[in-house]
T-cell receptor, first 110, second 119 residues
């Protein structure tokens, strides 16, 4: 069982905002601010969207934003577009300097 | 630009080993750690291990300890990951990914290598 829990699916209509949560279920990941988010459209390689909770790599639209409260990190996608339909994964480093992924969330754009 | 190019798909029998290569370019090879991540068909991402190229130091997830061996070749800027004692549950796409220095994450990914374990 993953130490990071994500909802299996979320959905939204074009133009709306959606938020995907990522909750650390063990103490060895929750204390850090090293949460990242990845987007993986079908049959493609994962793409880094957010790192260090809130940082966006160059080229990632500002429609994608990250936040954290307690042991839960969140990815918010505003102005939803059809091309945002994908699987989204959170990840974090642990106390033992290993990494763990959340189970993934499938975003459906209605 | 930064690129990670992996070796091609392979089919292996249960009990065998597989060695996947990840050839890098476009950055200082020894400046960034390299991660290995896998994804079984229809499943999520699973972190496997990390290696520092050049030093060949690293660590792996507990579930892979004793089965994964990582090496690097600085002359060809290539990192290798060998997984032994394969079972059908090791059927997956295996990715190498560059560690974003100071970012505690993976910023550039290889294209993936499909490994099928079947008798």
């Amino acid at each position: 069982q993953s130490a990071l829990t994500q909802p299996p699916s979320v959905s939204g209509s074009p133009g709306q905002s959606v938020t995907i949560s990522c909750t650390a279920t063990t103490s060895d990941v929750g204390a850090f601010n090293h949460f990242s988010w990845y987007q993986q459209p079908p049959h493609t390689t994962p793409k880094l969207l957010i790192y260090e909770v809130t940082q966006r790599p160059s080229g990632v639209p500002d429609r994608f934003s990250g936040s954290k409260s307690g042991n839960t990190a969140s990815l918010t996608i505003s102005g939803l577009q059809a091309e945002d339909e994908a699987d989204y994964y959170c990840t974090s480093v642990t106390n033992s300097a290993t990494w763990v992924f959340g189970g993934g969330t499938k975003l459906t754009v209605l | 630009q930064v690129q990670l190019v992996q070796s091609g798909a392979e089919m292996k029998k249960p009990g065998a080993s597989v060695k996947i290569s990840c050839k890098t370019s476009g950055y200082d090879f020894t400046n960034n750690w390299i991660h290995w991540v896998r994804q079984a068909p229809g499943q999520g991402l699973e972190w496997m291990a990390i290696i520092h190229p050049g030093r060949d130091s690293g660590r792996s997830a507990r579930s892979f300890q004793g089965r994964v061996t990582m090496t690097s070749d600085t002359s060809t800027r290539t990192v290798y990951m060998e997984l032994s004692s394969l079972t059908s549950e090791d059927t997956a796409v295996y990715y190498c990914a560059r560690d974003l220095a100071g970012g505690w994450t993976f910023d550039v990914w290889g294209q993936g290598t499909m490994i099928i374990v079947s008798s």
